[in-house]
């Protein structure tokens, strides 16, 4: 009976892992979707919390399983959920073994650890993850500096630290090391005793744009964004004016979300562009701009199956509404759209419904899910937008204003209902 017993326990704790591992899956692709709202997020945390609090209730019963789990790991998400249950057990040894063991860890179970440590409180740990920053190996310092940043923990040296991976010889260093400059508070980054330390990234971001790996340059820009360089949109629009330019589309992109209505013009080419494919369309919904809207409806009508499903994700961003029909086609997969199906939208529906709406939004500059972005906003019209948009509008008000939502405030586990 006692291993039968046992042998049901066992098989349950691996439900409750493999359950872990599907619903992180889910939540970090949601995190920029236009599927999922704040609520939507909140239900989603709410069984993978039920799932981890399960794990921690069983303790040492369930120990062995997820250590094992996370060392065997072939798939990130799998790592992610094993590791995320072991940081929150109530022995405080645990999320300090779980940290040594993290050693000996590589390729998927690695990356999937590290996104553990980020969701997960680290004030328990806390001293050890700065004990990391200090004198860990490159991409143990990376990370605990990631999961410091990201909760809001400043630390006075934590910017030569920082500074050195910046530098480091390693591409995936480089990259999560500006990807921790988009994590650092405005507050920590701005006061009159990092003075040197603002200089000294100043001198970095060229370098890092200038930089062979695709990655690297990426996150520098975004860390651009995010920390407020003066030099930012002068920078988005040389790109947008060089097709040639390999950042060209990424920076149409982090343009859409950070332009202004003088910018109307570089995405009415942009659109116009068919070397750029469906993407483009996208970029109408992120840039918000009514001027935009005939090239959406156009594309619509007569696009064609990928055009048209990129021009209704888009004029539902901007409107609210979804106008796909429950007809699908079969269409090749891209990199922008990953779907091998595609919805056939209601073209008619969708040019009555901005005939209806036009004349109280067709002066405004910005429009997300039929709204005047510019009016102000609530805390319960934030919650309705989609996440994807709801991380735009963050970093966009961060850029503009120093103020809005940080990435803390978009991403933290768990998202609580208030």
């Not at 236009?34 to 239900?43: P, R």
């Not at 060392?71 to 992610?80: C, K, L, N, Q």
């Not at 562009?273 to 007569?302: D, N, Q």
Request: net charge negative; proline share 4%.
């Amino acid at each position: 009976m006692l291993a039968r017993g046992g042998e049901w326990m066992v098989d349950l704790l691996e439900v409750h892992v493999d359950e872990l591992e599907w619903l992180w899956r889910q939540r970090d692709a949601a995190l920029r979707s236009m599927e999922y709202d704040f609520h939507a997020l909140v239900q989603l945390d709410e069984r993978i919390a039920a799932h981890v609090d399960a794990l921690v209730l069983a303790a040492e019963e369930a120990r062995a399983l997820l250590r094992s789990r996370l060392v065997e790991a072939e798939d990130a998400y799998a790592a992610f959920g094993a590791a995320h249950a072991l940081l929150l057990q109530e022995d405080t040894a645990v999320p300090l073994q779980t940290l040594e063991l993290s050693v000996g860890l590589d390729g998927s179970a690695w990356e999937g650890f590290r996104l553990a440590l980020r969701y997960a409180p680290p004030e328990r740990y806390v001293d050890a993850l700065k004990g990391l920053v200090a004198s860990g190996s490159e991409r143990h310092a990376a990370a605990a500096l990631e999961v410091l940043a990201f909760h809001g923990h400043a630390q006075p040296d934590a910017g030569v630290r920082l500074l050195e991976l910046l530098d480091a010889a390693q591409p995936g260093i480089r990259s999560a090391a500006w990807g921790i400059v988009s994590l650092v508070s405005l507050q920590w980054l701005e006061a009159s005793g990092q003075a040197l330390f603002r200089r000294k990234l100043a001198q970095r971001f060229p370098i890092a744009l200038a930089d062979s790996s695709s990655e690297v340059r990426a996150s520098a820009w975004w860390a651009a964004a995010w920390t407020r360089q003066s030099w930012l949109l002068s920078g988005l629009r040389m790109l947008a004016k060089a097709p040639e330019s390999p950042d060209h589309v990424p920076g149409l992109k982090l343009l859409a979300v950070l332009g202004a209505e003088a910018d109307l013009s570089l995405f009415k080419e942009a659109l116009g562009r068919r070397e750029l494919g469906s993407e483009r369309f996208l970029l109408a919904g992120t840039f918000g701009h009514p001027g935009l809207m005939e090239e959406v409806l156009r594309a619509m009508e007569s696009g064609g199956p990928e055009i048209g499903a990129a021009a209704a994700s888009a004029f539902r961003k901007l409107t609210g509404l979804d106008v796909n029909t429950i007809h699908r086609v079969a269409v090749l997969p891209t990199e922008a759209l990953e779907e091998e199906e595609v919805h056939i939208p209601d073209a008619v529906a969708a040019r009555n419904h901005w005939g209806r709406l036009k004349a109280a939004l067709s002066g405004v500059s910005r429009i997300c899910m039929g709204t005047d972005v510019l009016k102000g906003w609530t805390q319960e019209w934030l919650r309705g937008l989609p996440l994807e948009a709801r991380w735009e509008h963050a970093l966009r008000a961060r850029f503009e204003t120093g103020r809005g939502e940080s990435v803390f405030a978009c991403e933290r586990f768990p998202q609580r209902r208030e």
